[in-house]
């Protein structure tokens, strides 16, 4: 089936290191795998010129803004400092005259190269999506991520908050079916007036030839080196099949100590502040237990100096932003991996990509207890679990499975069966192509 797969937010590299760009790609190479043909329009394909472009498994469109959406864009931008104004009035602009253009651009290329449906990843005003499916009478899937209205009124300035909420609205209510990432964000839905028939759960998954346990990854390896005709190989672009390609502070060390890991954006709802004082805690036991934090963002800076002020510099690695086909090996050198999430003032409606991930790899996770994560997560199971915000209690799982090397054991090893059975991203593009396949009928 043809697949024309819509991201019009501005602020998604579709070929960049984001985890939403991540997403993306994974589905898309689901889609692929399963035999289907996709085209991706996106308004960024990487955050930079300069940056490297991922490889993914469509044909690619680049649908930038137009040159007089940019230009209004930029005076309201100059008009709001020639005044000492902040507000988020340009970039609102700006995606509203985007959907315009996006419309036009696709539907010019597609009236009579129509998909077999459209996907679509919602975003801030994104209405062209509804406009071309009725359009084409195709299908329309949209996937939510989060409340993006909600979202964008608690983490960033809005002039246009009613507007915004508007849209996302009238866009779920004229899908043919929404899939969303968390049960959370299924009730959020439901409060916008969308049918319950038409709501599909999907929590985020993993792409499996990708992560998997490190005692996997020394069969691979074993494998690959074998002289026998029924070697088994790594799979094309593995990290394994081009050998571990780690930073040497990231290779393990002869008689080094356990390494406490994360992977994610270094951002305040992450929950990264909390890492100074809880690797602090953890060195009054454990003097030789390092931390290696696998991400970038606007903490970094703060983080790095916090470290260096309680002198535990040398026993953190900032491994920096890193291809997504080079976290898998990162993640196996962990003995224990954190997703320390505060508590948030409104549903943990997030479904961690990083959780998947750590959990993949057969890696013990410490893990905020919230969300979707409870769902995943099954304390002493799978995972272990902790108050949200709870320094004291994050520091004490921690003990609990630096002291005990079987139950990391047990649980990675568990949590890496649950993930492989249940949640991978092929599993979840044959369940839309399926849903695809219901609407067409």
């Known amino acids: 089936m043809n697949i024309l797969y819509l991201c019009a937010d501005a602020g998604i590299p579709v070929l960049g290191r984001k985890g939403a760009a991540v997403h993306v ?17 996106a308004a960024t394909l990487t955050k930079s010129p300069a940056d490297e472009p991922a490889r993914v498994r469509a044909r690619v469109i680049h649908a930038p803004s137009e040159a007089a959406a940019t230009l209004a864009t930029a005076a309201l931008k100059d008009f709001n400092e020639r005044l000492g104004s902040e507000n988020s009035l340009p970039g609102e602009l700006r995606r509203i005259l ?42 329309h899937i949209v996937e939510l991520n989060a409340p993006l209205a909600v979202e964008q009124t608690a983490y960033r300035a809005t002039g246009f908050g009613a507007l915004a ?27 916008l007036g969308v049918p319950a028939r038409s709501i599909h759960v999907m929590p985020n998954g993993v792409n499996p030839e990708l992560f998997f346990p490190a005692q996997q990854e020394r069969g691979l390896q074993a494998a690959s080196g074998s002289p ?16 571990s390609g780690l930073k040497p502070a990231l290779r393990p060390q002869r008689g ?25 805690r953890l060195q ?14 606007p ?35 962990f003995d224990i991996a954190l997703a320390p999430y505060p508590r948030h003032g409104h549903d943990a409606y997030f479904s961690p990509l990083k959780l998947f991930e750590y959990m993949a790899c057969g890696v013990a996770v410490v893990a905020a207890r919230q969300g979707q994560i409870t769902e995943l997560v099954r304390h002493g199971k799978t995972g272990w679990l902790y108050p949200p915000g709870n320094l004291r209690a994050l ?3 921690c003990e609990r499975l630096l002291g005990d090397e079987t139950l990391r054991q047990r649980l990675g090893s568990a949590a890496a069966k649950l993930v492989r059975e249940e949640f991978t991203w092929d599993k979840n593009a044959a369940r839309v192509v399926a849903l695809a396949r219901k609407l067409r009928a």
Do not use: C, M
């Open 25 to 41: 790609r994974e589905l898309i190479g689901a889609f692929a795998r399963a035999g289907h043909r996709v085209t991706l329009a």
């Open 98 to 139: 985007y959907n315009e253009a996006l419309y036009r651009n696709l539907k010019r290329r597609f009236l009579h190269h129509r998909p077999g449906f459209i996907y679509e990843r919602a975003s801030l005003y994104a209405t062209a999506g509804v406009r071309l499916a009725a359009k084409l009478k195709v299908p």
């Open 165 to 191: 909420a508007q849209a996302e609205q009238w866009t779920l209510t004229h899908a043919d079916a929404v899939v969303v990432v968390s049960s959370a964000l299924a009730q959020h839905a439901k409060s």
């Open 228 to 243: 026998a005709g029924g070697a088994r190989r790594f799979p094309p672009q593995s990290p394994a099949a081009r050998g």
């Open 256 to 280: 080094a100590g356990p390494v406490l890991g994360f992977v994610g954006g270094l951002r305040p709802w992450h929950g990264v502040d909390v890492l100074p004082e809880l690797l602090a």
């Open 284 to 297: 009054r036991r454990h003097r030789n237990v390092r931390l290696v934090i696998a991400g970038d963002g």
């Open 299 to 333: 903490l970094k800076t703060t983080l790095r100096r916090e470290f260096a002020r309680r002198g535990l510099a040398k026993h953190v690695t900032f491994a920096g932003l890193l291809e997504h086909e080079a976290i898998p090996p990162v993640i196996r050198r």
């Open 395 to 397: 520091a004490a799982a």
